[in-house]
């Protein structure tokens, strides 16, 4: 699936003018304004899509989910294992737990 593919599909119900109004910290990746995460719908939607983004930004992608994820009660359990956001929630969750 390619991104245009990807973003079409994630951002089908965000209007171009919505879309620009957003801040980029409403972004999973910021600094290209990919994966918006605006509401639940959209967090939802970049956990299912996630195994698609570039190595090089799946950290920062993974970071902005998991607090996504918190702030609209998302449970984390709902990733599987074959979603590769699933070792960044565990990672998080052991780091958690030593605090």
Do not use: C, W
Request: glycine fraction near 4%; charged fraction near 35%.
């Amino acid at each position: 699936m390619s991104y245009m593919t990807f973003n079409v599909i994630l951002e089908e119900k965000l209007s171009t003018k919505e879309r620009n109004e957003l801040p980029d910290s409403e972004f999973g990746i910021p600094s290209q304004r990919r994966f918006p995460l605006n509401d639940k719908t959209r967090v939802e939607a970049s956990i299912r899509f996630f195994n698609y983004v570039d190595k090089e930004h799946e950290e920062e992608l993974a970071r902005n989910i998991i607090s996504k994820m918190r702030e609209y009660n998302i449970q984390m359990d709902t990733v599987g294992k074959d979603n590769r956001l699933y070792k960044y929630i565990h990672k998080n969750e052991g780091k958690e737990e030593n605090k």
